[in-house]
Nanobody, 127 residues
Framework: QVQLVESGGGLVQTGGSLRLSCAPS????????MGWFRQAPGKEREFITAISRSGGNTYYADSVKGRFTISRDNAESTLYLQMNSLKPEDTAVYYC????????????????????WGQGTQVTVSS
């Protein structure tokens, strides 16, 4: 079972940027397709982006498309989420997630295929 630890959250003004990182442990990072979810107060957890094991295939929810970029460095065993043009509605706890390992190197998982999540990191965007 992979363990996930997020970092990089914080307080930023509208229009600003943040970069989140996720460092897994327990299994080989490159084995897993990865993704990010977020949960705002009083709302359900939202699946916002995913990336294949290769890093060459991605998915973005409409709410973040064009503003957020997911990437991974398999050599450094780190997942990233670059968030630009942040809005107050992006305020949420952001969770790194790992899908079932061993899939095709180019497969991008859907929201119901994730099996492990980190503890989350808070992102607050002030207006």
């Amino acid at each position: 079972q992979v363990q996930l630890v997020e970092s990089g959250g914080g307080l930023v003004q509208t229009g600003g940027s943040l970069r989140l990182s996720c460092a897994p442990s327990g299994r080989t990072f490159a084995w897993y397709p990865m993704g990010w979810f977020r949960q705002a107060p009083g709302k359900e957890r939202e699946f916002i982006t995913a990336i294949s094991r290769s890093g060459g295939n991605t998915y973005y929810a409409d709410s973040v498309k064009g503003r957020f970029t997911i990437s991974r460095d398999n050599a450094e065993s780190t997942l990233y989420l670059q968030m630009n043009s942040l809005k107050p509605e992006d305020t949420a706890v952001y969770y790194c997630a790992a899908a079932q390992g061993g899939s095709s190197f180019f497969y991008v998982p859907s929201s119901n295929e994730f099996a492990a999540w980190g503890q989350g990191t808070q992102v607050t965007v002030s207006s």
